[in-house]
């Protein structure tokens, strides 16, 4: 690909106002590191990133908080970047230069649509790899994005169910009929953030 990955202004306003990332539930949260740790995704290793406003900075030191908590490798990094950028190239990079098992995203949805098409446009990142909370549960954010952009990250709702990109639509699954249990730290959680 040789254009640019940014999001033109008119690209932008098609999809009207995208709403600002909300707090974080327990619920949300708890969904969130299940779909993680579930059985089978042998995953260890997580980089964290988020936009700067105070909602999805919040999320991700309760993310990583809690990660740490559970006695898991620390998080290999946090990221931030801004909802509006000149390329996002630098963020990109960062984001991606650990190679970890995993990427969890607290975002707003504008400024995550532009971060993603650079990922894809200047990195190795893998979407399917890529899990993120609620506000990014919107078939805005991949429309935005590009059909393939964000083929397979997958997310926790507010309520506790789960969301899934397939095909450039977000398809969500309500949550559990029996609540998922929170996740409560280890006596002793090593590593550091």
């Known amino acids: 690909m040789t254009s640019s990955p940014l999001i033109s202004p008119a690209e932008a306003a098609a999809y009207g106002d995208l709403p600002a990332p909300a707090s ?20 260890a290793t997580v980089v964290v990133g988020h936009s ?14 809690t990660w740490r908590g559970l006695g898991r490798p620390p ?16 963020a990109a990079r960062r984001f991606t230069a650990d190679e970890p098992d995993a990427w969890v995203v607290a ?21 399917g790899r890529t899990y993120g909370f609620a506000a990014l549960g919107d078939s805005r954010v991949p429309a935005l994005a590009g059909a393939a952009t964000l083929q397979g990250m997958r997310g926790a709702t507010a309520d506790g169910g789960t969301w ?24 002793h959680p090593h590593g550091t953030l």
Do not use: K
């Open 107 to 127: 975002a707003a949805p504008l400024g995550w649509a532009q971060m993603s098409r650079r990922l894809r446009h200047s990195t190795d990142w893998d979407p």
């Open 52 to 65: 700067r406003d105070s909602a999805s900075r919040s999320a991700a030191a309760a993310f990583a908080e």
């Open 24 to 43: 974080h539930s327990e619920t949300e949260l708890a969904a969130l590191l299940h779909l993680l740790t579930a059985p089978g995704t042998r995953i």
């Open 164 to 187: 899934t990109v397939d095909r450039g639509w977000v398809s969500h699954s309500p949550p559990p009929l029996h609540p998922l249990p929170p996740f409560r730290p280890t006596a």
């Open 75 to 90: 998080v290999l990094a946090v990221i931030d970047w801004p909802e509006s950028a000149a390329s996002w190239l630098r």
